[in-house]
T-cell receptor, first 111, second 116 residues
Framework: DAKTTQPNSMESNEEEPVHLPCNHSTISGTDYIHWYRQLPSQGPEYVIHGLTSNVNNRMASLAIAEDRKSSTLILHRATLRDAAVYYCILRDRYTGNQFYFGTGTSLTVIP | NAGVTQTPKFRILKIGQSMTLQCTQDMNHNYMYWYRQDPGMGLKLIYYSVGAGITDKGEVPNGYNVSRSTTEDFPLRLELAAPSQTSVYFC???????????????FGQGTRLTVV
């Protein structure tokens, strides 16, 4: 299974944008890039996903490199509620019946 | 609007005891998953199911068993509890089809299990 690499931790000031990077150099053509986050003491929740083009939703934006070997999750204005562990996951389009979490990036938001 | 429901929320087991962690989803999802999360670590896939009657092993299946007799339920069985199984267990579900369309995964709130 294709793996992802993320920094262990990042900090951001409240109200400022946050760019969370993910490297996935062995990504295949049928892998979707998914982001989930896990708030303290909760189960993970879906944030966003994409294949080739940049994606936006109400929670975040996903910027995907042209060669798809890396991506960046963008939180436009970090709030205290965004403090969580963010996981970048590759999920095959046709065999995505199993997907694997790495260690993720722990985001600290500073008031 | 229940989503994925796990019971119990907390449990303490003695070494060698057995128990079943329950998971139910009301979204008619065909895929269901069990993960465990040790302190400070990411989630590890234990077992998954692509539909009723079909289950398969994930990364860390040893010491666990599953069954999927209905679309809604996916119980996880621990037969001989060991301290190494102390963890938080998460159940999840999603929908997927053979054409490559699937929804995001929805997770339960977790079961915190301690084996002493």
């Amino acid at each position: 299974d294709a793996k992802t690499t993320q920094p262990n931790s990042m900090e951001s000031n409240e109200e400022e944008p946050v760019h969370l990077p993910c490297n996935h150099s062995t990504i295949s053509g049928t892998d979707y890039i998914h982001w989930y986050r896990q708030l303290p003491s909760q189960g993970p929740e879906y944030v966003i996903h994409g294949l080739t083009s940049n994606v936006n939703n109400r929670m975040a934006s996903l910027a995907i490199a042209e060669d798809r070997k890396s991506s960046t999750l963008i939180l436009h204005r970090a709030t205290l509620r965004d403090a969580a562990v963010y996981y970048c996951i590759l999920r095959d389009r046709y065999t995505g019946n199993q997907f694997y979490f790495g260690t993720g990036t722990s985001l600290t938001v500073i008031p | 609007n229940a989503g994925v429901t796990q019971t119990p929320k907390f449990r303490i087991l003695k070494i060698g005891q057995s128990m079943t962690l329950q998971c139910t989803q009301d979204m008619n999802h065909n895929y269901m998953y069990w993960y465990r999360q040790d302190p400070g670590m990411g989630l590890k896939l234990i077992y998954y199911s692509v539909g009723a009657g079909i289950t398969d092993k994930g990364e860390v299946p040893n010491g666990y068993n599953v069954s999927r007799s209905t679309t809604e339920d996916f119980p996880l069985r621990l037969e001989l509890a060991a301290p190494s199984q102390t963890s938080v267990y998460f159940c999840a579900s999603s929908y997927g089809d053979s054409k490559g369309a699937y929804t995001e995964a929805f997770f339960g709130q977790g079961t915190r299990l301690t084996v002493v």
